[in-house]
Nanobody, 121 residues
Framework: QVQLVESGGGLVQAGGSLRLSCAAS????????MGWFRQAPGKEREFVAG????????RYVDSVKGRFTISRDNAKNMVYLQMNSLKPEDTAVYYC??????????????WGQGTQVTVSS
């Protein structure tokens, strides 16, 4: 099990940018695939972006392609989500998650506490 602590959420104007960070504990962080999910009020949690343990394989939900970038720094046990050109519909609680098998298997089992991102019009 890996413990995840998120930071970087906040309030931003539409069109602005925000960078979310997720700090992972444990010496085996580099073996995990990582992902970002989000959940807006009254909606299901959805997958936003994922990255393989090596960083060479990334995926994005269509609605954020070209605007969001997921990255990781295994030496620092960190994963990031750079969010540009933010829209009000991006408003949600964002969660960092870890998977032992992603991208071969979609099995995120460890989750952060969530960080609120609010985009004003």
């Amino acid at each position: 099990q890996v413990q995840l602590v998120e930071s970087g959420g906040g309030l931003v104007q539409a069109g602005g940018s925000l960078r979310l960070s997720c700090a992972a504990s444990g010496r085996t962080f580099s073996a995990y695939g990582m992902g970002w999910f989000r959940q807006a009020p009254g909606k299901e949690r959805e997958f936003v972006a994922g990255i393989s343990w090596s960083g060479g394989n990334t995926r994005y939900v269509d609605s954020v392609k070209g605007r969001f970038t997921i990255s990781r720094d295994n030496a620092k046990n960190m994963v990031y989500l750079q969010m540009n050109s933010l829209k009000p519909e991006d408003t949600a609680v964002y969660y960092c998650a870890a998977s032992r098998n992603y991208p071969t298997r979609f099995d995120f089992g460890s989750w952060g506490q969530g960080t609120q991102v609010t985009v004003s019009s």
